[in-house]
Structures are given as C-alpha cells and as structure tokens.
C-alpha cells in the first residue's frame, strides 16, 4: 500500500509515533504530534524541532534565490519554536548540494545566518554531503520556554475562540503568481504576496505575547494551510470547529493577486499553505487580552471561528454550510 493510499503524511506520522517514537516520560515531556519535542532540562524545558526542504518539492531554484532558500529553512524552523512559545536558541544545519557555485552555497548559509540572527538564534552546527539529486536542507532548531509557558495542540476546549494573525493566504497568492508569472513579473503583480511566500516572518515575539497571558489554551503554526492545521488541532484536541469564511483576514493585496491569478481569495486564504502565522484558541471571554498582546508586538489578530462539541471542521460561508478547500497534502 502507498502512503497516498494509507492516509497520506498525517497517518504516517500517526504510525511512526505509535509504532517507533518514544513515548513522553521522564525528562520527555512531549513527543510526536505537536509542532516540536518537549525535553525537560531543569529550570526551563528544551524545544526541540526539525524540517526538511527539498528542491522541487518546496522551492524551485528557477522562481527562488539562494539566500532566500536559506533564510526560509531557518524560518519554518524557527516557527515552530514560536508555535510552542518557545524562544530560539541554536540551529543543526545539515544540507545535500550538488556540485554548484560556491557562491551559491554561501548565499544559502547568508540567508539560513540572517534569519538566525533576526530571531534570536544561531547557526552552532551541522553537516555537509554531496547530492545527486538537487538541493536537500535539513534544520534542526533547538528553543526554550519557560516551565508552565509551553502551548500544546491539546488544549482547545468546546466553546473556545478560534484567532489568526495577520493575513492568510498570501503565500500560496505569491507562490501561483510565481508559477504563472515568472519572479520579475510577479513582483511586479505583488511583492508583498511574493515576499510571503519567499521570505516568510515566524511569530516569535507574538506568540511569546500570546503564551505569557496565560489565557491561551492551544497554538500551532500555519504551516500547511488553515484547512489541513485546523483540523489537526482539532483532532489532537478531541474537538471540532466552526470556521466563518466572511471572518478571514485578507490582504488588499490578495484580491489583487486573485484577479491575475483568476482565484477566490477566501479560498486561497483558507487553502493556503506556507503562510506561517499563529492559529491560537482561548476562552471567548479572553480574546480581547490575546488579541492585545499579540497587537503590542505589531501584528493584528482576528476571531475567525470557535470551536464545537460536534466533531470535524464546518466552513460556513454567506450562511450555508460549505465544504472546506482543500489544503497542500504531501502525498
């Protein structure tokens, strides 16, 4: 059976969590299943996280640039050190090239080493090794929280607010542009819906806001899109949820973008992968602190829906239940 017929990337890491991870004890806290590790080392407890970026499958060197490549693999990384309310320390680079430009090289550790230093981390190590088959980048980020601080996808209870931050969507608007278009051109379409998607900015000083309230119940990022991080939450939190597609925060710029691209921006935006803000419940009573926070640190948040006693996620749009788009599957 192939992993498209088993259930795709979520029931694959169901089976490596049931049937090879280890299970949460003694200094492990938290394994398989949230966006990093928990490992509890004294005073506070170690985030740790890994991502894998593949040429073809994540980035085209034809529509990207080097330093970007770079500075995207430590951003995922570091989004989710965010997402646990975490704050970065140090990142294990280990990375598959073919036998390019030196230059090349350098500008994909440039962009890995700014994107480090922005958020508060470092480059402390990592390996090298020839490819045959295009660029392979591999980040392991290591963060710490606070005991008591750290945000877990279980936590969502019935009746919770549903909050975003920012905008949605305008990744994936940034990566179709580059597809139709070409990079000079769908700058020119939309810089801003180009730069999300290729220089992405992890939440790290909002979420660390978010957490300190103490009012939130569950956070992860969005890193694979509304329609496929909700229902993850969701289902680690043994509830379900009420999406109103009207609530959706959308950039000017994504209306802009849907006209070239002849798309619907409320389906891009609750479709679109890669778009790397926060997804966060709390209490209805409690939103307005969230939402403060978060906004001290110069992003906005919106209520786009609650969550339900009835399992699965409902997309309700002009009133009428609709089916949710879907979002970026891997196999």
């Not at 089976?15 to 949230?34: H, N, Q, R, Y």
């Not at 990079?183 to 810089?191: G, I, K, N, P, Y």
């Not at 806001?209 to 969701?234: E, I, Q, Y």
């Not at 849907?258 to 921006?265: F, I, V």
């Amino acid at each position: 059976m192939k992993i498209s017929e088993f259930g795709g990337e979520d029931a694959l890491v169901r089976l490596i969590g049931e049937k090879f991870a280890a299970f949460p004890g003694g200094e492990l806290i938290l394994s398989v299943g949230d966006d990093a590790a928990l490992i509890d080392i004294g005073e506070d407890l170690l985030v740790v996280t890994t991502d894998l970026l593949v040429e073809n499958t994540h980035f085209r060197l034809d529509i990207n640039e080097p330093y970007l490549i770079g500075w995207k693999s430590a951003a995922v990384n570091i989004s989710d050190v965010a997402a646990m309310g975490g704050r970065p320390t140090y990142s294990f680079v280990s990375i598959g090239l073919p036998d390019v430009d030196i230059e090349v090289a350098e500008q994909i550790y440039e962009g890995l080493a700014d994107a480090n230093a922005a958020f508060g981390s470092a480059i402390a190590g990592g390996d090298t090794v020839a490819s045959q088959e295009g660029i392979v980048l591999n980040v392991v980020q290591l963060g710490l929280v606070e005991r008591g601080l750290a945000v877990q996808r279980t936590g969502a209870k019935v009746g919770d607010a549903i909050v975003v931050t920012n905008t949605l969507g305008d990744s994936l608007a940034g990566l179709q542009l580059l597809l139709k278009l070409g990079l000079v051109e769908a700058r020119r379409a939309s810089s801003h819906c180009v730069e999300k998607h290729l220089k992405p900015e992890p939440r790290v000083a909002e979420a660390r806001a978010a957490a300190t309230t103490g009012k939130v119940h569950a956070m992860m990022d969005l890193s694979d899109g509304l329609a496929v991080d909700l229902p993850r939450l969701c289902a680690a939190s043994g509830v379900g949820a009420r999406i109103w597609a009207e609530a959706l925060p959308l950039s000017s710029d994504i209306h802009i973008a849907a006209a070239r691209l002849d798309a619907d921006p409320v389906t891009l935006a609750a479709a679109g992968g890669e778009d790397y803000e926060l997804l966060i419940t709390c209490a209805p009573e409690n939103t307005r602190v969230v939402i403060d926070a978060i906004c001290s640190r110069g992003s906005s948040a919106s209520v786009i829906g609650e969550t339900t006693s009835d399992l699965g996620v409902r997309f309700i749009r002009d009133g009428v239940e609709t089916e949710f788009p879907k979002g970026w599957e891997h196999f």
